[in-house]
C-alpha cells in the first residue's frame, strides 16, 4: 500500500506562486510515474501533470503548460508541482496520484493511489 499526503496548498494572488508537495509513504514510489489532477467546485476532474519514474519524462495538461513544472525526488520519495504565473481558474483541490506504471499517464483510471487533496485559492 501507498499513502500519498500533499501539502503546500494555500491563497495566493494572481500571478503568485505555489509549491506543493506529495510524500510517499508505505513503499518507495520510485519505480511508479506519479500525477497530480485538480478539482474545482462542480467541475470534472482534470488532469494537470504526470512524470515517469525516473523524473526524466513530464506531461502537462493544455492549461498549465509553460507555467507548471512537476519534478520527483526518488531518494525523499517525495513528488513537487510548482505552479507559477497562478490564475483564478487555477484555483481547486490539488490531488497527487501514484501508477503501478513507470512511464508517465495523464487519464486517472492508471493510477492506483490517491491523496486526499490540498486545497489552492487564488485571489483575483
Known amino acids: 500500500q501507498v499513502q500519498l499526503v500533499e501539502s503546500g496548498g494555500g491563497l495566493v494572488q494572481t500571478g503568485g506562486s505555489l509549491r506543493l508537495s506529495c510524500a510517499a509513504s508505505g513503499r518507495r514510489i520510485s519505480s511508479f510515474a506519479i500525477g497530480w489532477f485538480r478539482q474545482a467546485p462542480g467541475k470534472e476532474r482534470e488532469f494537470v501533470a504526470t512524470?515517469?519514474?525516473?523524473?526524466?519524462?513530464?506531461y502537462y495538461g493544455d492549461s498549465v503548460k509553460g507555467r507548471f513544472t512537476i519534478s520527483r525526488d526518488n531518494a525523499k520519495n517525495t513528488v513537487y508541482l510548482q505552479m507559477s504565473s497562478l490564475k483564478p481558474e487555477d484555483a481547486a483541490v490539488y490531488y497527487c496520484?501514484?501508477?503501478?506504471?513507470?512511464?508517465?499517464?495523464?487519464?486517472?483510471?492508471?493510477?492506483?493511489?490517491w491523496g486526499q487533496g490540498t486545497q489552492v485559492t487564488v485571489s483575483s
Open positions: 496520484a501514484a501508477s503501478t506504471w513507470s512511464t508517465y499517464q495523464y487519464r486517472d483510471y492508471r493510477y492506483t493511489y
Open positions: 512524470i515517469n519514474w525516473s523524473g526524466d519524462s513530464t
